[in-house]
């Protein structure tokens, strides 16, 4: 028998992991109870909820076990390339190659919260020089001196120009530490002027081609760089497949998104549609598995929609999130105050849209790296989102400022300039630090002051 | 010749001033001053009072007939968004690579000085031609737009290292000075570290254009990447001038520059005193004045 849709803790998801697991659940080799990470130390997995499917429970294992594939990919022989800022574009063709595992050690910013603090990497960041002044993505520095959180890269690439400062910043400062970092260009992306034309980019945006060929000669550089570590070419066939495969998972994200954002009742909980928009980025260091993943949580979100089945009830507030929370947290407590995810722009809506497949390998990457949110005017983002806001029927727009990160502290504004204007529904910014046990009560009352305003809104 | 009369504006040390001006304009690189009570922005947790102070300035005097604003830095970058949403003057984004050592950062400078200038065409500028534009830059060069030198007393020499510096915050010049220092190198934005290189003659008769993105480009700063060169300056620079101490200035919310101070005092022998400021009232100030005058104290 299939369990109705719920959020239970952690406890409660171990004492069901046994009883699925005695009914002959079967599991991949990463599986197993919850709670045996919380002995890792990532202790705040005791103050979230989950949803209460298996197939949710594989997507938590499945990320909560990254740092062990790492290390037995390199024991395997193979080697390890640290992408860092792009987020979705070089790990594609370094997973064209057979022996080659990237993954963005930009992710180390949710250890603090993770782990609770206990970890110690921001207290690093701080002797580095690196205060609280930075985004916490400053963990990474901390966890690159530890060597604790993930193997230390055969190869390090970030990309620079129109990113954010802090990441850019905090990654020379590793440069200085020591660690080889193999530099690539992003331009702020622009229209075309005078009589350039038109290059129309995944997600609507668009640039002048001499940005497109700029970018792709740049990712020419990684290209070589990659066939170097890996010792075999990085060919048009083997990049071709390797979009292919990537193109793979963002259909089912993209179908997942849809049914999950548009559905009546709300079909899979914020923090595990959170979860899976992340594999896209780098398929948490194994590809296949990914899919396998994703097409699980596809199959019981579709099963769950088909019967009207899910989380909150019907009227739950329809919320469109900007940018990722460093708190997990945050997102079981839109859902307590009433509230439901109904489209999202995490930072990296670029590595959800499909890599054309209609151009020339090389060329179809730098479109998609010129279409990432971040390297275009806020108002371009704020376009994108408007769009989106349409497409999935968002209510109301929470914008969550990520503290101290250089973008967040005028987007938010632009954002909700354009929002307001163009779709007239309400905006809210929140700042949400990696522990947000300080300021919940605060944050729940501005979440449930949003909630408030769009149930009245209908009723008007 | 006629005066040009109108006016852009910029503040970054990537615009080649000879460039506007090769066009019939007149460049204006401003120092901005924090004005109280502007209203493009108001004080934002996160925002460099840096930032905040061009935009509201610029607002405020209405002065500019087109305004020009780089990369270089993400929150100006962020700066240009509102400036073409709430702004009615003319204004342009200029991209500066962060990445120097490849050819094709180079020709990327290249080509937005080209798109600069049509942008300036359209502001009602002239597209300079070859010897007009290479005149214009020997006259720069002549008149030591490159040189800023300063003249060594007898104080305690210190270097006074950073990014930009608004106008208030010049004052931190003449607290050093009366603080028993002197200052031999001024590294920041503004001083010698912002200026370009003196133009080479040959190059500049084969191809201005070219020689004035050659040398604009090679400035050094904390945002390239890497930044090798900025302590490849400093360690040429540090050598000649002789100072005992390095005043770091950085304002608050500067990512690029904050994120220095720690390795800077990792690469350096000297004592470094950082200084950060947020831009606002006489009590950053003041925080300074005691900062620097127990420096020095130390330094004698």
């Not at chain 1, 089945?309 to 307590?336: C, K, T, Y």
């Not at chain 2, 990327?108 to 007009?132: I, N, T």
């Not at chain 2, 040959?202 to 050659?214: F, I, Q, S, T």
Request: net charge negative; hydrophobic share 45%.
């Amino acid at each position: 028998m299939i369990a109705p849709p719920r959020q239970i803790a952690l406890e409660e998801w171990d004492r069901e992991y046994e009883r699925l697991r005695r009914a002959g659940m079967l599991q991949p080799i990463y599986g197993g109870p919850l709670g045996r990470h919380v002995e890792d130390g990532d202790t705040r997995l005791l103050k979230l909820r989950y949803d209460n499917s298996p197939a949710a429970l594989r997507l938590w294992n499945f990320l909560l076990t990254e740092e062990d594939r790492l290390r037995a990919a390199r024991e395997g022989g193979k080697k390890l390339v640290g992408a860092m800022k792009d987020l979705g574009t070089v790990p594609v063709m370094a997973y064209s190659l057979d022996n080659l595992v990237a993954f963005y050690p930009d992710g180390a910013w949710w250890i603090p919260c993770v782990m609770e603090l206990n970890a110690g990497l921001l207290q690093i960041a701080d002797s580095l020089g690196i205060d609280e002044s930075f985004c916490p993505v400053r963990a990474m520095l901390g966890a690159f001196v530890t060597g604790a959180h993930f193997p230390v890269p055969d190869l390090l690439t970030c990309s620079v120009g129109a990113t954010c400062d802090d990441f850019s910043a905090i990654a020379q400062r590793l440069n200085g530490l020591g660690h080889p970092i193999l530099w690539w260009e992003i331009p702020h992306r622009r229209s075309p002027e005078g009589d350039e034309q038109a290059v129309t980019l995944p997600g609507g945006f668009s640039a002048s081609p001499s940005q497109v060929e700029f970018v792709r000669s740049e990712l020419e550089r990684i290209r070589i760089a990659l066939e170097n570590l890996a010792g075999e070419s990085l060919n048009e066939p083997a990049l071709a497949r390797g979009i292919e495969k990537a193109n793979r998972v963002r259909r089912l994200l993209e179908r997942l998104r849809r049914l999950a954002f548009t559905a009546p009742v709300c079909p899979m909980p914020a923090l595990e549609m959170l979860v899976a928009e992340m594999l896209a980025i780098h398929f948490c260091s194994d590809q296949d598995e990914t899919i396998a993943v994703l097409e699980d949580l596809l199959a019981e979100v579709s099963r769950r929609v088909e019967a009207g089945v899910g989380h909150l009830s019907s009227q739950a507030a329809r919320i469109f999130w900007v940018n990722p929370v460093a708190d997990l947290q945050v997102m079981n407590l839109l859902e307590d105050c009433g509230g439901r995810i109904c489209g999202t722009e995490y930072l990296f809506a670029h590595a959800l849209d499909p890599i054309p497949a209609t151009v020339p390998p090389m060329e179809a990457l730098a479109r998609t790296a010129l279409a990432d949110p971040m390297v275009g005017s806020a108002l371009d983002r704020a376009a994108r989102i408007v769009r989106d806001i349409r497409r999935f029927g968002a209510e109301a727009v929470l914008v969550s400022r990520i503290s101290g990160a250089s973008h967040c502290a005028l987007e938010g504004e632009i954002i909700a300039d354009v929002v307001r204007e163009d779709c007239d529904i309400p905006v809210l910014e929140i700042e949400v630090p990696s522990i947000t046990d300080a300021t919940s009560a605060t944050l729940s009352t501005r979440l449930q002051a949003l909630v408030e305003t769009v149930k009245d809104r209908r009723d008007t | 010749m006629k005066e040009p009369t109108r006016t852009i504006v910029y503040i970054c040390p990537y615009v080649p001033s000879e460039w506007i001006a090769a066009h019939g304009l007149r460049p204006r690189r401003m120092v901005p001053v924090p004005l109280d009570g502007a209203a493009v922005i108001p004080r934002v947790e996160g925002l460099c009072p840096y930032a905040r102070a061009f935009i509201n300035d610029v607002a405020a005097n209405g002065e500019a007939d087109g305004i020009v604003v780089t990369t270089v830095c993400d929150q100006m970058r962020r700066v240009f968004d509102l400036v073409v949403r709430r702004l009615d003057t003319p204004a342009f984004l200029l991209n500066v690579p962060s990445t120097w050592q490849t050819t094709a950062a180079r020709r990327l400078y290249l080509d937005e000085l080209k798109r600069l200038g049509r942008f300036l065409v359209r502001l009602g500028g002239r597209e300079p031609g070859k010897d007009h534009l290479a005149q214009v830059m020997r006259d720069y060069d002549d008149a030591g737009e490159h040189v800023t030198g300063s003249s060594r007393t007898d104080g305690i020499p210190v270097v006074v290292l950073g990014g930009p510096l608004m106008q208030r915050d010049r004052v931190l010049f003449d607290i050093v000075e009366q603080s028993g220092g002197c200052i031999v190198l001024d590294a920041t934005e503004m001083g010698q570290r912002g200026r370009r290189s003196a133009f080479d003659r040959r190059a500049l008769a084969e191809d201005p254009l070219m020689e004035l993105a050659r040398a604009y480009f090679e400035i050094p700063d904390a945002s390239r990447r890497p930044n090798s060169e900025l302590y490849r300056w400093l360690k040429r620079e540090l050598a000649q001038a002789g100072a005992r101490g390095i005043i770091f200035h950085h304002y608050v919310w500067c990512d690029t520059w904050h994120a220095e101070l720690g390795r800077l005092k990792e690469w350096t022998d000297l004592p470094v005193l950082q200084l950060d400021s947020d831009g606002q009232g006489d009590a950053s100030i003041a925080r300074s004045q005691n900062r620097i005058r127990a420096f020095l104290e130390m330094l004698q």
